[in-house]
């Protein structure tokens, strides 16, 4: 059984997710297309990124993941196919599959060179469609496209570690829809840089030396932000904390937030997309 995965930005009020699909249904045949995400924050490639690496390994080996974020063609933009840790990724080299390969070097990338097979009023999804099908089926990369072995690169959303190894700079990167921040600050990031040592995690800088706003531990599970105090979990709600999530993302949360009622990291904190995320060691 194949199995085609969608991420795209188009929402669900209008047909693009919906026509998608049918061409899909139309071109790959048995195919089983699952929805990952529809509502990626228009043109955000780095969520797009968080999102399908954050779900990609749930899915057998040989799924075909098709991203549709910011996927026009253009003289700074190509299409590509790639097969990562034995997955493939159909999508623009618009810097999310740079971000993906962050992480782990992909086996193959081919530059998708089809266009000009396919009739004169196919679009740029239809290109998509054709190549996500094509190997669907068990077809080859080298059919096509061409390989390359250059991705273009999106450092302004690299975490960065300070040359004395005491910092790593992050960035929010996804709001969730429990308002949590998650951010490019990896586990194995942080691991390899802290060595044992203790921490700040610095929210905004202009308040870091105010009593109580800067989070000094990282606990393996909401709920533990109790396990040290006498009081019914219900005592801390709306404490600020963090995790790393499932993805292996450091999450700046708030316990049981409701962004209608407690409030969330986003709101109460003030934490938004890109904003600036600081892990000093001490």
Request: glycine residues 8%.
């Amino acid at each position: 059984m194949s199995i085609i995965t969608l991420t795209t930005d188009f929402g669900t009020k209008d047909h693009f997710a919906g026509a998608l699909k049918g061409k899909l249904w139309s071109e790959a045949g048995g195919a089983t297309i699952v929805d990952l995400s529809h509502d990626i924050d228009p043109f955000n490639i780095a969520e797009a990124a968080y999102i399908v690496g954050a779900a990609y390994s749930s899915f057998p080996k040989g799924t075909v993941h098709l991203i549709a974020v910011d996927y026009e063609l253009n003289k700074e933009t190509r299409h590509i196919a790639m097969e990562w840790d034995g997955h493939f990724f159909v999508c623009a080299d618009n810097g999310l599959p740079g971000i993906l390969a962050q992480r782990i070097v992909p086996s193959k990338v081919a530059v998708i060179n089809i266009h000009d097979r396919l009739p004169a009023d196919a679009t740029d999804l239809d290109v998509f469609v054709t190549v996500a099908s094509h190997l669907s089926k068990g077809g080859l990369l080298n059919v096509i496209g061409k390989d390359t072995k250059s991705l273009k690169a999106l450092n302004e959303l690299k975490p960065t570690v300070a040359d004395d190894g005491n910092a790593i700079r992050g960035a929010v990167i996804y709001i969730d829809r429990f308002g949590n921040a998650v951010t490019n600050i990896t586990r194995q990031l942080f691991m390899d840089t802290a060595k044992g040592r203790p921490y700040d995690i610095i929210l905004n800088e202009r308040l870091r030396h105010m009593r109580g706003h800067n989070i000094r531990t990282i606990w393996p599970r909401y709920s533990d932000i109790a396990s040290s105090g006498k009081y019914p979990l219900k005592n801390y709600e709306g404490e600020k904390l963090a995790i790393f999530n499932e993805a292996g993302h450091l999450e700046i949360a708030i316990f049981r937030s409701n962004t209608t009622t407690v409030g969330s990291a986003s709101s109460l904190l003030g934490l938004g997309y890109r904003d600036s995320i600081l892990i000093e060691f001490n």
